[in-house]
């Protein structure tokens, strides 16, 4: 069983930075893909961006790509989102998640087996 934890949420300004971290816990999750999510107000949740289990392989959602980054630390358990130049817009609850593969990690909410409780971020204009 993974227990996945985001962190490192909170309230900024328009054009703040703020970096999410996703932790694991339960065993390494080294040879999972994951993928962060968000759910803002009244919206259905949407994927932002992914990583494979090497990091050899990420992927964007046109509205964060040249702001967000993945990235993971594999020795840590930990994959991190950096978000720069943000927006009202990305107002939203964001949720890590993870699932074991080794192919091209998907970008469907539906395959990922394991989810953090979700972090709220809030950008005031």
């Known amino acids: 069983q993974v227990t996945l934890v985001e962190s490192g949420g909170g309230m900024v300004q328009a054009g703040d930075s703020l970096r999410l971290s996703c932790t694991a816990s339960?065993?390494?999750?080294?040879?999972?893909?994951v993928a962060w999510f968000r759910q803002g107000p009244g919206k259905e949740r949407n994927f932002l961006t992914l990583?494979?289990?090497?990091?050899?392989?990420?992927s964007y959602a046109d509205s964060v790509k040249g702001r967000f980054t993945v990235s993971r630390d594999n020795a840590m358990n930990t994959v991190y989102l950096q978000m720069n130049s943000l927006k009202p817009e990305d107002t939203a609850i964001y949720y890590c998640?993870?699932?074991?593969?080794?192919?091209?990690?998907?970008?469907?909410?539906?395959?990922?087996?394991?989810w953090g409780q979700g972090i709220q971020v809030t950008v005031s204009s």
């Open positions: 990583i494979s289990a090497g990091a050899r392989r990420t």
């Open positions: 339960g065993r390494t999750i080294s040879t999972y893909a």
């Open positions: 998640a993870a699932y074991p593969t080794a192919g091209w990690p998907s970008t469907h909410d539906y395959d990922y087996h394991y």
